[in-house]
C-alpha cells in the first residue's frame, strides 16, 4: 500500500511538506483528524492548519473569497504561508474547535501538491508531539508515533522553519500570527 491509499481510507501519515514533516491526514474525516489530535497530544480547542491543492479547496469548507482575499492569495500562493480565514457555522467545528477560523495552506512542493490533488486537503500539524521538538528524520517521527502511524514517507533530514501564519482580512489587510519561512 502506498500513501494515497492510505489517506484516501482515512489513514495518518508522516510525510515531507513543503517545510517540515508533518503527521497528516484527510481534514474532511472527521476521526482522522481526532486521531490525529490524540497521536499529537494536541490540545484539543487547538485548530491544525490545512493544506489544499487550489484556491478551489476553500468552497469544500464553505469559505468564499472576496476578490481582494482572492488576489492577495494568487500572489502569495504558493508558498509556506498560511492564511487563517474565517469560517461560519458548526459543520467544521471538528476542525475549527471553537475558534471558527481555519488556516490553509498552498504549498509549493510539487510532490505534495500531486498528493493533495488524489486525496484532497490534509490536516497537517508538524511531526511531533505538542511542545516537543519537531522530527527532522523519519526516525525520530517514529520515536515519537511508531505503529500507530500507518504509513511515514523518507525524504532524509528535513530542517526548516514553520511556516508563516498570518490572518487575512476581507479587505486584504493581514496581521502577522507568526514569523516563519516565508516573509509577507
Known amino acids: 500500500m502506498d500513501v494515497t491509499n ?41 485548530p491544525m492548519i490545512i493544506l489544499i491543492f487550489s484556491l478551489d479547496d476553500l468552497k469544500k469548507f464553505d469559505i468564499l473569497l472576496t476578490e481582494k482575499q482572492r ?9 509556506p504561508l498560511s492564511v487563517l480565514l474565517p469560517i461560519v ?9 471553537g475558534s471558527n477560523c481555519l488556516a490553509f495552506r498552498l504549498p509549493k512542493d510539487e510532490e505534495l501538491i500531486e498528493l493533495l490533488q488524489e486525496v484532497g486537503p490534509l490536516v497537517a500539524p508538524s511531526a511531533n508531539i505538542e511542545g516537543e521538538k519537531p522530527a527532522e528524520t523519519i526516525e525520530e517521527a517514529k520515536e515519537y508515533f511508531g505503529d500507530f502511524v500507518d504509513f ?9 522553519e514553520p511556516s508563516t501564519l498570518i490572518s487575512l482580512n476581507e479587505d486584504s489587510t493581514f496581521t502577522v500570527l507568526r514569523e516563519g519561512e516565508y516573509k509577507v
Do not use: C
Open 6 to 46: 492510505v489517506l484516501k481510507n482515512g489513514g495518518v501519515a508522516v510525510i515531507p511538506t513543503d517545510t517540515i514533516y508533518g503527521i497528516v491526514g484527510p481534514a474532511l474525516n472527521e476521526n482522522t483528524v481526532e486521531a490525529v489530535y490524540q497521536l499529537r497530544k494536541r490540545s484539543t480547542d487547538k
Open 71 to 79: 488576489e492577495f492569495l494568487n500572489q502569495h500562493w504558493p508558498n
Open 89 to 97: 457555522g458548526d459543520k467544521w467545528k471538528y476542525l475549527h474547535r
Open 152 to 160: 511515514y514517507v523518507d525524504r532524509g533530514i528535513l530542517k526548516g
